[in-house]
């Protein structure tokens, strides 16, 4: 059975870092795309990063210049390091795996993903 865990959320500052992580079990993940996604009370799930097995990373514009994604495979573990956090980014979290293997670039769209996290909450404070 495929788990993803998300870890690593709570409640910050605006202007303060955190980071989240998501273990896989279950299956090998190193020829899989691995992402992350946010959704925010009222909105859409919206792609936040994603980082293919070749280690391409692709992100949201809103968030380029300020988040990280990374992944250790030897973990089955997907990172995401989050700077200069905004009220804008309040939301939960979630991690994504799967789709096509040998990608070349982490696709925005969810229906590209088999796998999912249960989510962890994001509230960045003014």
């Known amino acids: 059975q495929v788990q993803l865990v998300e870890s690593g959320g709570g409640l910050v500052q605006a202007g303060d870092s955190l980071g989240l992580s998501c273990a896989a079990s279950?299956?090998?993940?190193?020829?899989?795309?691995m992402a992350w996604f946010r959704q925010a009370p009222g909105k859409d799930r919206e792609f936040v990063a994603g980082?293919?097995?070749?280690?391409?990373?692709s992100y949201l514009d809103s968030v380029e210049d300020r988040f990280t994604i990374s992944r250790d495979n030897t973990k089955n573990t997907v990172y995401l390091r989050m700077n200069r956090l905004k009220p804008e980014d309040t939301a939960v979290y979630y991690c994504?795996?799967?789709?096509?293997?040998?990608?070349?670039?982490?696709?925005?769209?969810?229906?590209?993903?088999?796998?999912w996290g249960q989510g962890t909450q994001v509230t960045v404070s003014t």
């Open positions: 980082i293919s097995w070749s280690v391409k990373s």
């Open positions: 994504a795996a799967g789709g096509r293997p040998w990608t070349q670039s982490a696709s925005p769209s969810r229906d590209e993903y088999d796998y």
């Open positions: 279950g299956r090998a993940f190193s020829p899989y795309t």
